[in-house]
């Protein structure tokens, strides 16, 4: 049987809206050629991100009644903290309101100027928050993982060698920590291997330095590691999300991708003197350690997503309908970031539109003509992203890579909605030398993607 279908049935639905090219083309000048300010409600599929945007279980809505909304130690927060250390079996959990609230905890406590951060492609957030407390975030991908057309199994891998490299020439004790994002959302949402997360653990272990996991995308990533490494054919899923985080030291976690609710987060740590420090930061940002921001019923929806995501069935059907859409617009030609991804497809926009140069955005350029041809949002994750400025001439550095991002909700669209993002990009595809540049005419000091305005060249 090839057919992809989805091991849920429908309860509620939510209406989506057709709109006119005339109208879009009017809606998007009217946001400045930026998807993030488009409404929602004029955005046909919206692919902008797998962020918070999952459908909840009947179970978790029922759980959203069940919610203990007592200030201190609810009954909720304990079953939130059962099922976290069941799974990741850290000490200590902190809840958060989202992934980066556990960021900014976790590097304001742990990082200070002049320190260096390790990873194997910070997120956005990640990188805002290591360089907001004067660390520098350093991406240590392998090389041939930056090559969007290889077909790797793991090409989340951290280089180990420039590893040992950094930690040789920076100093020990200028690295706080070392982390590592499964699977890496940056680089493609390319799974990590075990054997992986095995050497930079030993490594981390051999200095003495602390090793921490984003572990947002945890349970796609122990599945990749089910499917393409030897010996875990036939081990429970949860076993090998349990092998993952016993060679790590703590890990951050944005609730809004693989637990399955639209909002979040938390932050775990075997350090009890770390904890602590921790615990004082929340309460004065985010609140008491046992909501951390959150309320109680959000708590009792994570505790059951957790378990839920783990449910090999939605696995193999989130898996296979994000590599059916990667598999089916790179048969006909569309170069996207191989193999695909857990989250999303990221397509190569740079290789898909050579007319179009780097300092003229082609991967914010392909995003607009998905929005305009079909009502898809997609996001860019390229220059407009990830440029960086050249500390002498101040001139504007390009990214790695241009890509756009079609991140898939959970649970929340059909294969044929899939069908539709397909035939739309395969039209999009066959008129591609027709999409134009663009220029920033407006934008902000950091994470300027957000906001900023464009205009078309
Ligand atoms: N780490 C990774 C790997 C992420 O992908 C994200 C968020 C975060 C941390 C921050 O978590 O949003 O809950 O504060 N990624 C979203 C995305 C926004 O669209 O990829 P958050």
Not at 193 to 211: D, E, G, L
Not at 326 to 355: C, E, F, N, S, T
Request: hydrophobic share 45%; proline share 5%; aromatic share 8%.
């Amino acid at each position: 049987m090839s057919v992809i279908i989805e091991p849920f049935k429908i309860k509620s639905v939510e209406p989506i809206r057709m709109t006119t090219r005339a109208e879009r083309e009017e809606l998007l000048r009217a946001a400045g050629y930026n998807l993030f300010l488009v409404n929602s409600d004029d955005v046909l599929i919206d692919l902008l991100t797998d962020s918070g945007t999952s459908a909840m279980s009947s179970e978790q809505w029922a759980g959203i009644m069940r919610g203990d909304e007592a200030y201190a130690c609810s009954k909720s927060w304990y079953r939130m903290r059962d099922a976290i250390r069941d799974i990741f079996g850290f000490e200590h959990v902190i809840p958060t309101h989202q992934g980066r609230a556990a960021e900014r905890i976790l590097f304001s406590i742990m990082c200070k100027k002049g320190d260096v951060v390790p990873n194997n492609t910070h997120f956005d957030t990640t990188r805002a928050n290591v360089e907001f407390n004067g660390a520098e975030a350093l991406d240590l991908l392998k090389a041939e993982a930056l090559n969007p057309a290889a077909i790797l199994p793991f090409k989340g891998d951290m280089d180990v060698q420039a590893l040992e490299k950094v930690i040789a020439e920076k100093g020990r004790e200028r690295i706080p920590l070392i982390m590592i994002t499964i699977t890496n959302n940056s680089g493609g949402g390319q799974p990590v291997s075990m054997a992986n997360i095995r050497a930079v653990s030993a490594v981390a272990k051999k200095y003495n330095i602390p090793f921490y996991i984003d572990a947002c995308r945890f349970a796609e990533n122990a599945w990749f590691i089910k499917l393409r490494e030897p010996g875990y054919a036939d081990k429970p899923v949860k076993e090998i999300a349990r092998e993952i985080f016993s060679y790590a030291d703590g890990c951050t976690m944005s609730a809004k991708k693989d637990a399955l609710v639209n909002i979040g987060g938390f932050l775990c740590t075997n350090d009890s003197k770390l904890a602590g420090a921790q615990r004082d930061l929340l309460i004065l940002t985010e609140g008491f350690p046992t909501y951390g921001g959150l309320a109680g019923r959000d708590l009792e929806a994570i505790a059951i997503g957790l378990t839920e995501v783990l449910n090999e069935d939605y696995l193999r059907y989130r898996i296979a309908s994000t590599e059916y859409l990667g598999r089916h617009i790179a048969d006909a030609g569309v170069p996207i970031v191989q193999p695909p991804g857990g989250h999303a497809i990221y397509i190569d926009a740079k290789a898909m539109l050579p007319h179009i140069p780097v300092e003229q955005y082609p991967g914010q350029a392909l995003s607009i003509e998905l929005y305009l041809a079909a009502g898809i949002r997609s996001v860019e994750i390229g220059s407009v992203m990830f440029a960086r400025k050249d500390a002498v001439t101040g001139k504007e550095l390009p990214a790695p890579m241009e890509l756009v991002r079609l991140a898939i909700p959970r649970r929340v669209y059909t294969q044929s909605h899939i069908d539709y993002v397909v035939e739309s990009i395969l039209e999009v595809n066959a008129h591609k030398e027709r999409i134009r540049g663009v220029r920033i005419v407006k934008q902000a000091p950091f994470l300027r993607h957000f906001s900023a305005s464009f205009a078309l060249i």
